[in-house]
């Protein structure tokens, strides 16, 4: 009898013994994962080289150079100041004999590559299907939409096919539309003459 009742009033403390025991002995909780690593920044992508050429532009002052250039804005700064910040120069090297002077940008320089006009002059770029261009000489504007057209003019100096407009052009300069014999036949170029008004439109 007073063993049972000694049983008795033991057995909830070893109970909670074993309770603690085994909380005591419980695994540890998981580490926590490790964040992961940030993606890493996209490449910076090159711009797409040029396939065609869009725009050629020439300068033939009085002091014998040629000036070329394959964008808009080099352009219209020269016709402006008469100069430009950066060039690439080639001594001789215009069809006339004369020193043959390229009007480049900054990308061309970060590139070290050649510039639009270079590739242009050297036969290395084709020309685009809505090709523009433009030679200014003694005054007046020439305006091709025919690059083998163009090419010839600078050489010789000679219009075989053109339309005129007389005083039209910027400060009363002259307009001459140049075109082949096919296109003559058919009539005044519009779209050319089109272009030649939208780009100074633009420069506004």
């Known amino acids: 009898m007073t063993t049972s009742i000694r049983l008795r009033s033991v057995a909830p403390v ?3 013994f074993v309770l603690a025991a085994c909380a005591g002995t419980q695994p540890p909780a998981p580490a926590p994962k ?16 040029m396939t065609a050429a869009k725009y050629y532009f020439v ?5 014998g150079r040629m000036y070329a250039f394959g964008d808009v804005a080099n352009y219209f700064q020269f016709l402006e100041h008469k100069e430009v910040a950066l060039t690439r120069t080639r001594i001789g090297g215009s069809p006339m004999g004369s020193t043959l002077v390229f009007g480049i940008t900054n990308d061309d320089v970060k590139s070290g590559k050649p510039s639009v006009a270079e590739q242009v002059f050297d036969a290395k770029l084709p020309p685009a299907d809505d090709f523009y261009g433009e030679v200014f000489k003694n005054g007046r504007y020439y305006v091709f939409s025919d690059l083998k057209v163009m090419k010839e003019f600078i050489g010789s100096g000679e219009v075989p096919y053109s339309f005129t407009d007389i005083g039209a052009g910027p400060g009363g300069a002259t307009l001459v539309w140049v075109v082949d014999s096919a296109g003559f036949k058919k009539g005044r170029p519009q779209v050319t003459i089109d272009r030649f008004a939208a780009l100074r439109k633009d420069k506004k």
């Open 34 to 49: 490790p964040a992961p690593a940030p993606a890493p920044a996209p490449a910076a992508v090159a711009p797409a080289a």
């Open 14 to 16: 070893a109970v909670a």
């Open 59 to 63: 300068v033939l002052p009085e002091d």
